[in-house]
């Protein structure tokens, strides 16, 4: 086991340095920098120049190159181009909002949707179609609405008609209470497709395993049905739910860009695409660096998962 | 057994939640005006002590620093233009050059300036009196490149600056400019600051402004909001507001729901038809400005087919670009023919202009060596993207044999290929305000891109040279004469083809009163109150 966790911890370091070297070339291939892309419509390019001179654009690659990875090394991330924030702060700061919204969400997706995918895989190995059908067929047409739409309707309806919740307003973490009202939608409104995926697979994996003779057998010993289900059922179909969770939860914390943007949540999401389109390169390296980890860990979490459900897995 | 019951009844509460907002989805959309009212007297919202007045403003993008030598885009400059002053400042209703901190000022020969400056007027934080030595820190800081102001170029023709005594600048020009006042007033490169505060602020001199206007910056969450104080000893007095909240809501329907629910009070730049229809419905007041900012469409002249002047008029007689606003955007957009605003003090009316007429547009194609038409590609930005806008003008242009096709890269892509050059047809949204700079670095050859914003590559001596001499010439009517017949060229050669002018628009409540938006899209929130 130890040898396994080093093994992988070697992989998370060639992987991450593999993906910095990749981004901080490929971004600096796409046309246009930090200062035209600041300066926008009206400046000209003598003033564009003296803006690259001041932001350090105009330094050889290999020497911004080399820089970052020093940077890296002693955990300094450097500064934003545009705007000279400290981007180690920046992502700390967005940071705990997309946690707090992926962990909630991810919970509340586990909750609901494995029972429903469960009791819809129930009720097609008994053959009742009806409620089968009417959960996978809801479960289709919410995974297919598009987010932006979901998170309109559900603005007027909970904000707007109901007074529920507030459509804007100041995002802290000082004030739980507001917190919540704050993040209630827009959680609601990715549990909803998480939700539907994730029912979906649960029902298609527990179904598989509803018609294995064990199940048959453990039904002969008069076991009730419930522990059936969940005993033996469930428990033989988790590999792809539980494979399932761990990507969506890695999807979560990347931020959804969407959402994010709709309730101005100041997420790690809206970081990465504002920087991608400010072109700025510190900001985007460094979150992308940062995603890198987060995904070779969460697989690696769920790789120990895999092997606490199924004792056959070996590393 | 819990576990699934629990399970099973938030999924019915969450069935409900679904199946409700099915159904409210349709009286959503049709009957928005009406939830609209009652949802904003569900939610009242938090009334402000009667002592001290707070104003709730939607702010929509992510704030991006007020520091005047490096301010970029309009939601960060209004911010600014409400904390610093300039030696002059435009006047909200007329767009009018008037006396700010300069109280008066002379000039013989539009070459040498001298400023009469204000008395006793305060800085905020308690920097002290502001004196002529703050105008030159502030011009030369401005000009050094170790600063990088994309705004040093505004101040290239000064020659030399002197305090004559603390109340006294006298500014010497290299060429004689009868603009100058648009370069020193409350904007960009003329914003005054206050040496002692920007060495105080250090590396972090975007986010602490601070100027001598009628409000101050109290605090700033970049990610969420900006909170303005008001400066007790501006030198009209105190503002009637004590403190202005901007709120950061980046999406259009979330802003108009915010307003519906009480959240905020005014709306800064609402910019969906749907939503200012719905918000006019329901009673909300549509502050707005007419008439604030020019789109034209940017013709590479160095292209072999766009080089002919008569395949330019002829495009411009393809489209009625005013029956296609009037179809899409009736309340953000109008069509247009000139370059400049009529509010504009050169602007005149008396130019060639191209008429609706798709048989004359053939005839001149015709001339030009293209009965059969061409395709013309368009670069835009993938931000903007193909609007309903484009899809007419595509409709209109096919009736006349030209195939248009659209190019959409992002943003600061699209910027270095217009600037290089490599495009053949092209946007751009005019900047406001300045007549001289639009017609000098629009039309001027020494300003075409990528050094200058001619991005048409334009030549055309004989308009250079009344150009050259509209801005030395002393005489007011011979001087708006000059220009008169600048943009008489600039619309019969049409290296740039006006298309459409856009209207801004600030929602707010009935009790919030005197916003008034100035020709730069921006409101001055000294002559705001909630009453």
């Known amino acids: 086991m130890l040898g396994y966790t080093l093994k992988r911890i070697a992989q998370l370091l060639v992987t991450m340095l593999g993906v910095v070297t990749l981004v901080f070339f490929a971004l600096r291939l796409i046309p246009g920098d930090a200062a035209s892309a600041l300066a926008g419509e009206n400046v000209s390019a003598s003033a564009m120049e003296r803006m690259r001179d001041e932001m350090g654009l105009n330094e050889p690659l290999w020497f911004q190159f080399f820089d970052y990875m020093r940077g890296i090394v002693t955990l300094d991330f450097g500064n934003t181009i545009a705007t000279n924030l400290p981007v180690a702060d920046m992502i700390l700061k967005a940071l705990p909002i997309t946690l707090i919204i992926s962990v909630i969400t991810i919970i509340l997706t586990v909750l609901i949707s494995i029972p429903l995918g469960t009791l819809a895989a129930y009720m097609a190995h008994k053959g009742k179609k009806a409620l089968d059908n009417a959960i996978t067929w809801c479960a289709m047409v919410v995974d297919l609405m598009p987010t932006f739409w979901t998170a309109l309707l559900l603005l007027l309806l909970l904000s707007l008609g109901l007074g529920l919740f507030p459509a804007s307003g100041k995002v802290t973490l000082d004030d739980p209470e507001l917190l919540l009202k704050r993040i209630a939608i827009p959680i609601i409104v990715m549990s909803l497709s998480q939700i539907a995926t994730l029912a979906r697979i649960t029902r298609t994996a527990v179904l598989e395993v509803l018609n294995e003779d064990y199940v048959r057998t453990a039904r002969s010993l008069g076991m009730s049905e419930i522990v059936v289900v969940f005993r033996h059922a469930l428990k033989n179909a988790a590999l792809p739910i539980v494979t399932v969770v761990g990507l969506s939860f890695g999807n979560l914390l990347n931020g959804t860009v969407i959402v994010e943007f709709i309730f101005t949540l100041p997420g790690i999401g809206t970081l990465l695409v504002n920087g991608i389109n400010s072109r700025d390169y510190t900001l985007v390296q460094t979150l992308i660096l940062f995603y890198a980890f987060l995904f070779v860990a969460i697989n690696f979490l769920t790789d120990l998962v895999y092997k606490k459900i199924d004792p056959r897995v070996q590393f | 057994m819990g576990i699934r019951r629990w399970g099973l009844t938030l999924l019915m509460v969450l069935l409900v939640v679904i199946v409700a907002a099915c159904g409210s989805n349709k009286n959503a959309v049709t009957n928005e005006p009406a939830s609209a009212t009652e949802g904003s007297t569900v939610t009242p919202g938090a009334e402000p002590p009667v002592e001290e007045k707070i104003l709730r403003v939607r702010f929509y993008d992510d704030p991006a620093g007020f520091d005047p030598t490096n301010i970029f885009r309009i939601e960060n400059e209004n911010i600014a233009f409400n904390i610093f002053s300039g030696l002059t400042t435009y006047e909200s209703e007329s767009g009018k050059i008037i006396p700010d901190l300069a109280e008066s000022w002379e000039t013989t020969d539009n070459k040498t300036w001298i400023f009469n400056l204000r008395k006793g007027v305060q800085w905020q934080g308690g920097y002290g009196e502001f004196t002529a030595a703050d105008v030159l820190y502030t011009y030369n800081r401005n000009i050094d490149p170790a600063t990088a102001s994309p705004y040093a170029s505004d101040l290239a023709n000064v020659k030399s600056m002197e305090a004559v005594d603390d109340y006294t600048v006298k500014i010497e020009l290299n060429e004689p400019d009868g603009n100058f006042l648009h370069i020193v007033a409350n904007y960009h490169q003329g914003q005054i600051v206050k040496k002692e505060a920007i060495e105080a602020a250090g590396d972090q001199v975007k986010f602490l402004p601070v100027g001598t206007g009628p409000y101050a910056m109290e605090s700033i969450d970049v990610n969420s909001e900006i909170v303005l104080v008001r400066h007790e000893d501006y030198y009209q007095g105190p503002a009637p507001i004590s403190k202005i909240i901007f709120s950061i809501i980046k999406d259009e329907s979330t802003a108009t729901i915010a307003l519906q629910n009480g959240e ?127 899809q007419l003008e595509i409709e209109y242009l096919s009736k006349i044999g030209v195939t248009l096709e659209f190019e959409l890269v992002d943003t600061p892509t699209y910027n270095q290929r217009r600037n290089a050059g490599e495009f053949m047809s092209a946007g751009r949204l005019l900047p406001a305000v300045n007549p001289d700079m639009i017609l000098f670095s629009f039309l001027h050859p020494d300003n075409k891109s990528p050094g200058g914003l001619n991005g048409a590559r334009y030549d055309n001596p004989v308009l250079t040279e009344k150009l050259e001499a509209a801005r030395a010439e002393v005489d007011e009517a011979k001087r708006m004469e000059l220009y008169a ?47």
């Open chain 2, 485 to 531: 017949e600048v943009q008489k060229i600039a619309a019969a050669d049409l290296p740039y083809l006006p298309t459409y002018a856009s209207n801004v628009f600030w929602p707010s409540k009935e009790n919030v009163e005197g916003i008034v938006i100035n020709k730069l899209a921006q409101v001055n929130f000294f002559g705001v109150d909630i009453k």
């Open chain 2, 264 to 390: 905020v009070d005014v709306i800064m730049r609402s910019n969906k038809e749907e939503n200012l229809e719905a918000l006019k419905a329901a009673g909300f007041k549509m502050n707005t400005v007419s008439n604030y900012a020019k789109s034209l469409r940017v013709f590479n002249l160095e292209d072999p087919i766009l080089k002919d002047v008569r395949v330019r008029q002829a495009l411009a007689h393809a489209v009625d670009y005013d029956a296609i606003a009037k179809a899409v955007v009736p309340n953000l957009s109008v069509g247009t023919k000139t370059m400049l605003l009529d509010w504009m003090d050169v602007y005149t009316d008396d130019v060639p202009k191209y008429e609706y007429d798709p048989e004359k547009a053939k005839l001149l194609l015709a001339e030009a060596g293209y009965p059969d038409g061409f395709t013309m590609t368009q670069l835009g930005t993938s931000a903007s993207g193909i609007n309903d806008q484009s």
